[in-house]
């Protein structure tokens, strides 16, 4: 997968720039930017992983493609390494205990074998969730110390739906906080 759209030129090293933020400004730039909760799944053999993540971001219609990004410290790295399929959970308020599930470190996240199945596929998928994508991984990008992950939406299934210009109950994740977005927080 290419950097630049346009370009056969090979990308340059972040030092060629000059000086760059330090983690702690990065990390403060960001956590005033909300982002919506995804948990991730993956499946490449030895059992099933799980993460939560605010990096899903759709990039074209046709084809349905979307990508996220993983960071190398993330217990489910090595699996989202190898997996040819993930399948991304799109969370509303509703699945907050799944997304704390996913963000908690050393827990089996799979435990609770009544609020998950395999797909026919083999994928782990959450129960009752408000929506899931099956994808097919087409590319992986190193990124630091993450790994952006592009995919190929295949299968999916939309258990709550929303309006269009209806407020919803959408989960997002700002400034280290859960939060819902809801009527109360739509500006016109």
Same mark, same amino acid.
């Given at each position: 997968?290419?950097? +630049? +759209?346009?370009?056969?030129?090979?990308?340059?090293?972040?030092?060629?720039?000059?000086?760059?933020?330090?983690?702690? =400004?990065?990390?403060? &730039?960001?956590?005033?930017?909300?982002?919506?909760?995804?948990?991730?799944?993956?499946?490449?053999?030895?059992?099933?992983?799980?993460?939560?993540?605010?990096?899903?971001?759709?990039? #074209?219609? =046709?084809?349905?493609?979307?990508?996220? #990004?993983? #960071?190398?410290?993330?217990?489910?790295?090595?699996?989202?390494?190898?997996?040819?399929?993930?399948?991304?959970?799109?969370?509303?308020?509703?699945?907050?205990?799944?997304?704390?599930?996913?963000?908690?470190?050393?827990?089996?996240?799979?435990?609770?074998?009544?609020?998950?199945?395999?797909?026919?596929?083999?994928?782990?998928? $959450?129960?009752?969730?408000?929506?899931?994508?099956?994808?097919?991984?087409? @590319?992986?990008?190193?990124? @630091?110390?993450?790994?952006?992950?592009? +995919?190929?939406?295949?299968?999916?299934? &939309? =258990?709550?739906?929303?309006?269009?210009?209806?407020?919803?109950?959408? &989960?997002? $994740?700002?400034?280290?906080?859960?939060?819902? &977005?809801?009527?109360? #927080?739509?500006? =016109?």
């Amino acid at each position: 997968m290419r950097t +630049a +759209a346009h370009s056969s030129a090979p990308p340059r090293a972040p030092h060629a720039f000059g000086a760059s933020l330090s983690a702690d =400004e990065f990390k403060a &730039l960001f956590r005033g930017h909300p982002g919506g909760v995804a948990v991730i799944t993956a499946d490449a053999g030895a059992g099933p992983v799980a993460l939560t993540a605010t990096s899903v971001s759709s990039v #074209s219609a =046709e084809p349905p493609l979307l990508i996220f #990004s993983i #960071s190398a410290r993330s217990s489910a790295a090595a699996t989202l390494a190898r997996a040819d399929t993930v399948v991304v959970h799109l969370l509303d308020a509703h699945d907050l205990p799944l997304a704390q599930l996913g963000a908690t470190s050393g827990v089996d996240r799979f435990a609770d074998t009544s609020a998950w199945a395999r797909l026919l596929t083999g994928e782990p998928v $959450y129960r009752g969730v408000r929506a899931w994508v099956r994808c097919a991984v087409i @590319g992986r990008m190193d990124a @630091g110390g993450s790994t952006v992950i592009a +995919a190929h939406a295949l299968q999916s299934r &939309l =258990e709550r739906d929303v309006d269009p210009g209806a407020p919803g109950d959408a &989960l997002v $994740y700002h400034n280290r906080t859960w939060h819902r &977005l809801g009527a109360h #927080s739509r500006i =016109e």
